[in-house]
């Protein structure tokens, strides 16, 4: 759990501004969790695109379906 | 050439904004690079040369990271972006500092000095360097074409309103300013009042409140008393952020003027709560660089397989690794601010803060009555800042101490009564306001209570009286240079 809050709820228009305690620094635990989780790996080019929510859902949907 | 200086206002600016206007659209981007150049060229003399061929050079480094994206030979070509513009960097303005380090070493080898004088800091190197190497970066990872038009990207990276101190502007912020620029009223009108806004921060206050917090940082450590040194620096911690929010105002709003839409670089820092929410208002463009071009590729770099295994099944709840990045980004946030070990340590110390909030204060704080997280950060900048101006880390440590309570010996002879005075005041009272979002919230309630419909009216009068209150002010006072202009 990155932002140790079980109640947490996403939508995928929200960004980092929109959750407490989501910083630079969880940034990285949340990316390398994710990675973990789906056994995926982004770029570093991929790292900083992602502007909300939603343009990371679509980046893991791709690499899914990619494999 | 400063934006308060009578040349630029009554002589630059309105040639300038008369000829851009007045020439055809498609020879309007040409006029402002030929102004911007002609601006650099005037403070800077021949280092325009440099200003030039940092141009050319990462205009070339955009084409080939665009060229090599996929290709093993892109990340060289990041790598020599990087190097290259850091290295101009470092020679002009780190080289002295490094040399004499070095000496310290080949003093106690008995070995020949290095003999190196103090180069020039040609303006605004700091900024555009940075500026560059996020605009190769941009290309590289896909986020941005490269700019095909060498006069547009010489505009893009020469434009006069942010050249001297920033904002660090990113391609993509102004990229369709720098394709279309139709006269849009409304845009400027707004640039003009925020224009005179930021000259009225630096001239009335930040310049003000200057004058006494110079005196008492000149005052040698053992003559400062206790009180006169928290005056000193809760004077500079407003002077400083009038100063540079007064700056980034003014070119936002030259910005404006001239059809270019730059992002805010400060959101009312002073009312952060905790030092991690501070640099989220301070020096935006410049905290973004840092995050987006070293804090995020390094603290990605330092995972291990091992670590990333540990994170994703929850075993390894503290990210120690990104703390240790936040420490060295800072670090080097400090250095960027100077050569100078008051920098550095500046840095470290905002490094070490960052890194405590991080790993359990933040959580702390969030229970803490808001006054007392207000309190906590005051307290962390405003010490923070004594490290910052003073000339050394040793002098910063005296002043620091005097602010505790122990004085120096000959510490009666400088009374507090000395230093204020009713103009003082004023400054301080204004610049308190001013600080916080009272007088914007004031202006809002303002404009949609009953009396609207003299909103407009109220706001040309407080406009104009800004206007013609700097005036006074510059008519009789000397030269003094944006804190920020000098990094």
Same mark, same amino acid.
Request: hydrophobic share 50%; proline share 3%.
């Given at each position: 759990?990155?932002?140790?809050?079980?109640?947490i709820?996403?939508?995928p228009?929200?960004?980092a #501004?929109? /959750?407490?305690?989501?910083d630079?620094?969880?940034?990285? #635990?949340?990316i390398?969790?994710?990675e973990?989780r789906?056994?995926i790996r982004f770029?570093q080019?991929?790292?900083?695109?992602?502007k909300n929510?939603?343009?990371? %859902?679509n980046c893991?949907?791709k690499?899914?379906?990619?494999? | 050439?400063?934006?308060?200086?009578p040349?630029?206002?009554f002589?630059?600016?309105?040639?300038?904004?008369?000829?851009?206007w007045?020439v055809?659209?498609? %020879?309007?981007? *040409? &006029?402002?690079?030929?102004?911007?150049?002609?601006?650099?060229?005037w403070?800077?003399?021949?280092?325009?040369v440099?200003?030039?061929?940092?141009i050319?050079v #990462?205009?070339?480094f955009g084409l080939?990271?665009?060229?090599?994206?996929?290709s093993?030979?892109?990340r060289?070509?990041?790598?020599?972006?990087?190097?290259?513009?850091?290295g101009?960097l470092?020679?002009y303005k780190?080289?002295?500092?490094?040399a004499?380090n070095?000496n310290?070493?080949?003093?106690?080898l008995?070995?020949?000095l290095l003999?190196?004088?103090?180069?020039h800091l040609?303006?605004?190197?700091?900024?555009?360097?940075?500026?560059?190497i996020?605009?190769?970066?941009?290309?590289y990872?896909?986020e941005?074409s490269?700019?095909?038009?060498?006069?547009?990207?010489?505009?893009f990276?020469a434009l006069?309103?942010?050249l001297?101190?920033g904002?660090?502007?990113?391609?993509?912020?102004?990229a369709d300013?720098l394709?279309g620029?139709?006269?849009?009223l409304?845009?400027?009108?707004s640039?003009?009042?925020r224009?005179?806004?930021?000259?009225?921060k630096?001239?009335l206050?930040?310049?003000?409140?200057?004058?006494?917090?110079?005196?008492i940082?000149a005052?040698?450590?053992?003559?400062?008393?206790?009180a006169?040194?928290?005056l000193?620096?809760?004077?500079y911690?407003?002077?400083l952020?009038f100063?540079?929010?007064?700056?980034s105002? @003014?070119?936002i709003?030259l910005?404006?003027?001239?059809g &270019?839409?730059i992002?805010?670089?400060?959101n009312?820092p002073?009312?952060?709560?905790?030092? !991690?929410?501070f640099w989220r208002?301070?020096?935006?463009?410049?905290?973004?660089?840092?995050?987006?071009?070293?804090f995020?590729?390094l603290?990605?770099?330092? @995972?291990?397989?091992?670590?990333?295994?540990k994170?994703?099944?929850g075993r390894?709840?503290? #990210?120690?690794r990104? /703390?240790?990045?936040i &420490?060295?980004? &800072? !670090?080097?946030c400090?250095?960027?601010h100077?050569?100078?070990y008051?920098f550095?340590?500046?840095?470290?110390?905002?490094?070490?803060?960052?890194g405590?909030?991080?790993?359990?204060?933040?959580?702390?704080?969030?229970?803490?009555?808001?006054?007392?997280?207000?309190?906590?950060?005051?307290?962390?900048?405003?010490l923070?800042w004594v490290?910052?101006?003073?000339?050394?880390?040793k002098?910063?440590a005296t002043y +620091?101490k !005097?602010?505790?309570?122990?004085?120096?010996?000959?510490g009666?002879q400088?009374?507090?009564?000395?230093?204020t005075?009713?103009?003082l *005041?004023?400054? *301080?009272?204004?610049?308190?306001?001013g600080?916080t979002?009272f007088?914007a919230?004031i202006a809002?309630?303002?404009?949609n209570?009953?009396?609207?419909r003299?909103a407009p009216?109220?706001?040309m +009068?407080?406009?104009? *009286?800004?206007?013609?209150?700097?005036f006074?002010?510059?008519a009789?006072s000397?030269f003094s240079?944006?804190?920020?202009?000098?990094?």
């Open positions: 759990m990155v932002f140790d809050d079980a109640d709820s996403i939508r228009d929200m960004t #501004n929109d /959750v407490d305690g989501w630079s620094l969880s940034h990285v #635990n949340l390398i969790a994710v973990g789906f056994g770029s080019k991929e790292l900083l695109t992602f929510v939603g343009d990371l %859902l893991i949907d690499k899914l379906s990619e494999r | 050439m400063l934006f308060s200086s040349i630029f206002l002589l630059f600016l309105p040639i300038v904004l008369a000829g851009y007045l055809g659209s498609r %020879l309007r981007g *040409l &006029f402002l690079l030929g102004s911007s150049i002609f601006f650099y060229a403070g800077e003399g021949r280092y325009v440099l200003l030039l061929v940092s050319a #990462n205009y070339c080939l990271a665009a060229r090599f994206r996929n093993s030979l892109g060289i070509v990041i790598w020599i972006a990087i190097f290259a513009n850091l101009a470092a020679w780190y080289a002295a500092f490094f004499s070095i310290l070493f080949l003093i106690s008995g070995a020949p003999k190196l004088q103090n180069q040609p303006l605004g190197i700091s900024f555009f360097t940075f500026q560059a996020a605009y190769v970066v941009d290309v990872r896909e941005i490269p700019q095909k038009g060498v006069a547009r990207f010489a505009l990276m006069f309103p942010k001297a101190a904002p660090i502007i990113r391609f993509d912020e102004v300013d394709h620029r139709k006269p849009d409304e845009l400027f009108v640039g003009v009042r224009f005179v806004i930021g000259l009225g630096k001239v206050i930040a310049d003000t409140i200057a004058k006494t917090s110079d005196q940082f005052i040698p450590g053992h003559g400062l008393t206790t006169v040194a928290w000193g620096i809760v004077c911690t407003l002077q952020y100063d540079f929010s007064g700056y105002d @003014m070119a709003g910005g404006r003027m001239f &270019f839409r992002r805010e670089n400060f009312y002073y009312i952060a709560r905790s030092l !991690t929410d208002r301070w020096h935006i463009s410049l905290s973004t660089w840092f995050r987006d071009y070293l995020i590729p603290s990605y770099a330092l @995972m291990t397989e091992t670590i990333r295994r994170i994703a099944e390894y709840k503290t #990210n120690y990104s /703390v240790l990045s &420490f060295v980004v &800072f !670090t080097l400090g250095l960027w100077g050569a100078g008051g550095i340590a500046w840095g470290m110390m905002h490094g070490v803060i960052l405590i909030e991080s790993l359990w204060l933040g959580k702390t704080m969030k229970k803490w009555a808001i006054p007392l997280q207000h309190a906590y950060l005051l307290m962390v900048i405003t923070s490290l910052f101006r003073s000339p050394g880390v002098s910063a +620091v !005097t602010m505790a309570g122990f004085a120096g010996s000959a009666s400088h009374s507090l009564a000395l230093y005075n009713t103009e *005041l004023l400054a *301080l009272f204004a610049a308190i306001i600080t979002p007088a919230s809002g309630k303002f404009n209570g009953r009396l609207r003299f009216f109220a706001e +009068v407080f406009i104009v *009286l800004v206007v013609l209150a700097s006074a002010s510059l009789s000397t240079p944006f804190i920020y202009q000098q990094f």
